[in-house]
T-cell receptor, first 111, second 115 residues
């Protein structure tokens, strides 16, 4: 089977840093995506990793370790608008461009 | 920025009725997808479509489901005889090319409620 695990919920304070972890066990790997999803809205693309290491994009960074089946999304200088669900998704190399999503991590940012 | 548009935003139907969910992918995109998200659950892949045919489908995408690109712009998902468990948010997505750096753009979704 395909397993993608993330914490269900996290809480952090405005201005702080938060790290959202994702572990995966999939048959094949061709990249890991992070999406942000506000309640009732579509997922929006945040980042993509296919090689090991850190990808930085403004306040958001994503890290991948393929040997450990592990990724994290790092959010810096948290803002209230960052309160959303963060979805980890894996593209498996034997499944074309189909993404397999984790259950998402609901992040609540408090003042 | 160009976006994927979906209509309607909400659809209410009676069990056993047929529904058609409509999507207009981004104009220069070649790969099209339907995903769904049951309330409180994870986003699930349904089907991918390229060059006027289905390229992949999940076990969810049974004979009750079909997809079509009836013209050069629309991409539709039809559910032939809806069941209560089909109630979900249905997201259309598109992608320009097939490749490791290509990202998926999602529409804002159609909330389907089957009564």
């Amino acid at each position: 089977g395909q397993n993608i695990d993330q914490p269900t919920e996290m809480t952090a304070t405005e201005g702080a840093i938060v790290q959202i972890n994702c572990t995966y066990q999939t048959s094949g790997f061709n990249g890991l995506f992070w999406y942000q999803q506000h309640a009732g809205e579509a997922p929006t693309f945040l980042s993509y990793n296919v090689l090991d290491g850190l990808e930085e994009k403004g306040r958001f960074s994503s890290f991948l370790s393929r040997s450990k089946g592990y990724s994290y999304l790092l959010l810096k200088e948290l803002q209230m608008k960052d309160s959303a669900s963060y979805l980890c998704a894996v593209r498996r190399d034997n499944a074309g461009n189909m993404l397999t999503f984790g259950g998402g991590t609901r992040l609540m940012v408090k003042p | 920025e160009p976006e994927v548009t979906q209509t309607p935003s909400h659809q209410v139907t009676q069990m056993g009725q047929e529904v058609i969910l409509r999507c207009v992918p981004i104009s220069n995109h070649l790969y099209f997808y339907w995903y769904r998200q049951i309330l409180g659950q994870k986003v699930e892949f349904l089907v991918s479509f390229y060059n006027n045919e289905i390229s992949e489908k999940s076990e969810i995408f049974d004979d009750q489901f079909s997809v079509e690109r009836p013209d050069g712009s629309n991409f539709t998902l039809k559910i032939r005889s809806t069941k209560l468990e089909d109630s979900a948010m249905y997201f259309c997505a598109s992608q320009r090319l097939r490749g490791p750096n290509e990202k998926l753009f999602f529409g804002s979704g159609t909330q389907l409620s089957v009564l």
